[in-house]
């Protein structure tokens, strides 16, 4: 049983929503009650006044504290259980996940402002505050409406028992997959044949990628929480192209502008080829012509894919499988046409400002739309020469940080470039 209080100045708007359906249903069988206290009781004064003009002035009036946390503290007293939720656009926005943890009470009070807004110091009186989205009420009442529905539902024995059922599809973080009932075909529309086929494995599972698809379309945000299959997930990135990165070694600049070879550093290996792993990158090609660095960099690679590392570290192993090693970016570009049949486009990344800059945003899109593989350019040393740039397609923008300060490595910066492309939001 799940007692709702509702302190409102306008009670009667109540009985309506209240009355009808599910809500009275549930309050019929018992497992919910509904009482509706008006803090205007609460006042003293011969005219019970409850709302006063602005200190500071501005528009509209501003509800009256003493008689809200009278009426509050009146309710704690019968029912000192309960939690007090006051409705507000300032609160925390109320979700289904909100709702799941309200049906668990025993006592909700939910208090509703009216005029432009309730006294701040009402809110030391209360436990929280919710507001149910982005947008203007004219007060609490019809947000309280919403805040029991979606609780009085998910009280066991509300609805009936597929009924639940279906909500539990909809806490798996998706929208829901597209309906149909008779007749069977409607203005020339037909309702798609698998839902006709009676295999229920197949209605299912095409259930499920309308779902995935829909989100994807709709709700991209709302994938980052659902619960996907790493297939899914995959899918549902939206990404076609097969993505590589390569470090290059050489040709880069040194601190004099000099063009150079560096040396190729352990860490920089194992870090990117696990952050590139964690992405999705199809391939990390470490660049070197120095064949005393390239014996040093399959070292480290065989250490852990063969030798005591394998045994010693599986995910590191599975990670470093990413890595290969060439002479030059031709080497690369050649590699990547003989594994996808085309040519990749290039896309350098430098700190350095100017010249022409795609955004991450931008990119993003191209990832999305074009099927042909990518090849992103990391530099060490003081970065990528002019002529690498010339070559490239497109030149990403820097990474902004949120100081003047710039100096990322370039582990940390692939990581960066990796999340802004790839991650899920
Ligand atoms: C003048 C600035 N307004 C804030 C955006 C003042 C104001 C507008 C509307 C103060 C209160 C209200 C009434 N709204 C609610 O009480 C409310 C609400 C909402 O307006 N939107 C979303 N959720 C909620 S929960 C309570």
Not at 22 to 38: M, N
Not at 57 to 76: C, F, T, Y
Not at 370 to 389: C, D, H, N, R
Request: charged share 25%; aromatic share 8%; with cysteine.
């Amino acid at each position: 049983m799940l007692n709702f209080t509702v302190v409102t100045l306008f009670p009667q708007m109540f009985e309506s929503p209240l009355g009808h359906s599910i809500l009275k249903k549930a309050q019929d069988k018992g497992l919910i009650s509904i009482r509706l206290v008006d803090p205007r009781d609460f006042t003293t004064d011969r005219h019970h006044v409850t709302d006063d003009y602005p200190y500071g002035g501005g528009q509209g009036m501003v509800m009256k504290p003493e008689p809200l946390v009278s009426a509050i503290e009146d309710i704690r007293a019968q029912n000192p259980a309960a939690r007090v939720v006051l409705l507000s656009p300032q609160g925390a926005v109320f979700t289904q996940e909100t709702a799941t943890e309200l049906a668990q009470e025993e006592g909700l009070v939910l208090v509703c402002g009216r005029y432009e807004g309730v006294d701040e110091r009402v809110k030391l009186f209360v436990d929280e505050e919710l507001s149910v989205g982005d947008f203007t009420l004219s007060g609490g009442e019809p947000a309280a409406m919403v805040v029991i529905d979606a609780v009085t539902r998910l009280i066991p024995g509300v609805l009936g028992n597929e009924k639940s059922a279906a909500d539990e599809s909809f806490s798996n973080g998706l929208l829901e997959y597209p309906q149909y009932t008779r007749p069977e075909e409607f203005r020339g529309m037909k309702v798609p044949e698998v839902l006709l086929s009676g295999d229920h494995e197949r209605i299912r599972q095409w259930r499920r990628e309308a779902s995935v698809r829909l989100t994807m379309d709709r709700r991209p945000d709302l994938l980052a929480k659902a619960k996907l299959t790493l297939e899914e997930r995959a899918k549902a990135s939206g990404i076609k192209a097969p993505i590589y990165v390569a470090l290059l070694h050489h040709p880069v600049y040194d601190k004099n502008g000099q063009v150079v070879t560096t040396a190729v550093t352990n860490m920089d290996i194992h870090d990117i080829a696990r952050s590139g792993r964690t992405y999705g990158i199809h391939g990390f090609y470490v660049v070197t012509p120095v064949k005393a660095l390239q014996k040093l960099a399959r070292k480290i690679i065989d250490h852990w894919e063969q030798g005591y590392g394998s045994q010693y570290n599986v995910t590191r192993k599975e990670a470093l499988a990413l890595v290969r090693i060439k002479d030059t970016l031709d080497d690369v570009l050649i590699d990547i046409e003989q594994e996808c049949g085309e040519k990749p486009l290039l896309v350098v990344t430098s700190a350095r400002p100017g010249g022409n800059r795609t955004s991450f945003a931008d990119l993003r899109d191209m990832l999305l739309k074009v099927s042909q593989p990518f090849l992103l350019i990391l530099g060490t040393g003081w970065g990528l020469t002019e002529a690498i740039f010339s070559r490239s397609d497109y030149t990403l923008e820097a990474i902004e940080g949120s100081t003047d300060y710039n100096h990322l490595s370039v582990r940390s910066a692939a990581a960066i470039v990796f999340d802004r492309l790839l991650g899920g939001q």
